[in-house]
Nanobody
Framework: QVQLVESGGGLVQAGGSLRLSCAAS????????MGWYRQAPGKQRELVAT???????VYGDSVKGRFTASRDNAKNTLFLQMNTLKPEDTAVYYC?????????WGQGTQVTVSS
């Protein structure tokens, strides 16, 4: 079993920054892909960013140029540096880990951006 715990969410003013972390623990040999997704009230969950084991990143269109995802494979930890935050970034941010063929989710951390 694999557990994911997110941290770093909170309330920030528009234009500010936050850094999220996700720590994975449990029966892990290697995590293929780690990623961040978010879900705002009344909306579907959407991709924020994914990072492969080799460090290749994919970003959602709405965060390109503002957010940077990275991971520490030795510590099974995923990060998300969020800059120039906008009110529309307000959502619950979820960590995801793909250990083929299973995907695991964290409980989520709330990010609220005030205007």
């Amino acid at each position: 079993q694999v557990q994911l715990v997110e941290s770093g969410g909170g309330l920030v003013q528009a234009g500010g920054s936050l850094r999220l972390s996700c720590a994975a623990s449990g029966s892990i040999f290697s995590i293929d892909i780690m990623g961040w997704y978010r879900q705002a009230p009344g909306k579907q969950r959407e991709l924020v960013a994914t990072v492969s084991h080799a460090g290749r990143t994919v970003y959602g269109d709405s965060v390109k140029g503002r957010f940077t995802a990275s991971r520490d494979n030795a510590k099974n930890t995923l990060f998300l540096q969020m800059n120039t935050l906008k009110p529309e970034d307000t959502a619950v941010y979820y960590c995801n880990a793909l250990i083929i063929p299973r995907a695991y989710w964290g409980q989520g951390t709330q990010v609220t951006v005030s205007s």
